[in-house]
């Protein structure tokens, strides 16, 4: 083996080598292998970041799991009410993997200016309400406190603010129809305060939800203070949502109905699994072409150097080592475009988590910059999955070796 690595060795880095008709193909191999891992890295981590971070915004708006009542039958609002006295409040010990539970309740209303008017949901949120899966999207002032007495603060979207023409410290004059309501009385009334602007980028949630004290909900609804429209239930993995969906569903009340955010948002999540057919046909189109390029390298190389396999065979050398010293140069080109493929793809994917500098329309992508998964288990898998399968390809032209005869290779020119 130790002759077999020093003849590779010195086909790499041979004089010879340098000046011969192989070097331009081998260059072109490795920048083949090294593109190809760039755009690998960026597919797997922008696919897989634009998946986490829209899951992500879905959760912190609906929680990954909601209990509600059968009776609302999918209403926007909250209709008829739950007691907070359940078994599975506040914590869920018949399900494993659940790490918070919230109650939370959703009235419709009408934000009316001087010159405009917008319809809003305004969802309402306790002292349980836990704002760290919601905290990121703040981008002015502060979070509405609803840990004391029953105050006018809200949490108001940016793309509603600036369509009627509000900001931070404005009062949002919002109107309420009263429940089972005559056409002539009057609605209720709440001259909010706007203490904070949020912006997910998720414009379907952002034109619609504000953030306010449930108790005003409780107060309109005539509930009482233990009454919440739903909850919402965050689990630990997000890839058992559907199990843990059913175990949720299996014990809680029967007059009770849980639903997932992948069944209440269909459309999104199935659109979301189109992206992991689109990242494995992207990276077979190129570990395909890199193969190629390392195919056609490996082929010039053992054309040009088909005098030395001869030399080499009238020796006493065997087939099987001779194209392991081929195979042997292979690896170390697939290694050098590995490596400099990794250093610049993790490179640009370090610049764009920090800087966002690549943007994306939120109306159709849900996000305003491309988000990126960085996770070396699958960089690692991605490195080691080129490797193979390049040699494997190699594997049927390093063949070829074996059909070059001693005697006529030697007069080969």
Request: hydrophobic share 45%; charged share 20%.
């Amino acid at each position: 083996m130790n002759f077999e690595y020093f003849i590779a060795k010195r086909l790499i880095k041979g004089k010879e080598h340098k000046s011969s008709i192989s070097a331009p193909i081998i260059k072109i191999a490795i920048s083949a292998i090294a593109i190809g891992m760039i755009m690998m890295l960026i597919t797997v981590a922008t696919g897989v970041g634009l998946q986490h971070k829209i899951r992500e915004k879905v959760a912190a708006f609906n929680g990954h799991i909601l209990i509600s009542s059968f009776d609302n039958n999918s209403s926007v609002e909250s209709i008829i009410p739950i007691t907070k006295g359940q078994n599975f409040y506040p914590d869920f010990p018949d399900v494993e993997g659940v790490v918070h539970m919230q109650g939370v309740a959703t009235k419709m209303g009408l934000i009316r200016t001087a010159t405009d008017f917008d319809g809003v949901v305004v969802k309402g949120i306790g002292q349980d309400y836990d704002w760290d899966y919601f905290k990121e999207y703040l981008i002015e002032g502060r979070l509405p406190d609803v840990s004391g007495k029953l105050n006018e603060e809200i949490l108001l979207s940016s793309h509603i603010a600036n369509r009627l023409g509000l900001t931070i410290g404005d009062k949002a004059i919002t109107y309420f129809l009263k429940k089972n309501s005559s056409t002539n009385s009057k609605p209720y009334i709440r001259a909010f305060k706007i203490v904070g602007i949020y912006n997910s980028g998720f414009q379907e949630f952002d034109e619609k939800f504000l953030f306010a004290d449930i108790r005003h909900i409780q107060k309109m609804n005539k509930w009482e203070t233990d009454k919440v429209g739903n909850f919402e239930v965050f689990i630990d993995d997000f890839e058992e949502i559907d199990q843990k969906g059913q175990e949720i569903y299996e014990n809680i009340p029967s007059t009770l109905d849980s639903q997932t955010i992948t069944l209440k948002y269909a459309t999104i999540f199935e659109w979301l699994k189109l992206f992991d057919l689109n990242i494995i046909g992207i990276i077979g189109i190129i570990i395909l072409v890199a193969g190629i390029n390392m195919i056609t390298a490996l082929l010039v190389l053992i054309l040009e150097r088909t005098p030395m396999i001869g030399i080499l065979k009238a020796l006493g050398s065997n087939d099987w080592s001779i194209r392991k010293m081929f195979l042997y140069n292979a690896t170390y080109l697939i290694l050098v475009g590995l490596f400099w493929g990794n250093l610049i793809g993790i490179g640009l994917l370090f610049i764009q988590n920090k800087y966002g500098v690549v943007g994306l329309n939120p109306q159709t992508y849900y996000v305003s910059t491309a988000p990126v998964y960085i996770d070396f288990g699958y960089i690692l898998l991605l490195n080691l999955g080129t490797m193979l399968l390049c040699l494997l390809m190699l594997l049927i032209p390093s063949y070829i070796v074996s059909k070059i005869s001693p005697t006529k290779s030697i007069r080969f020119q």
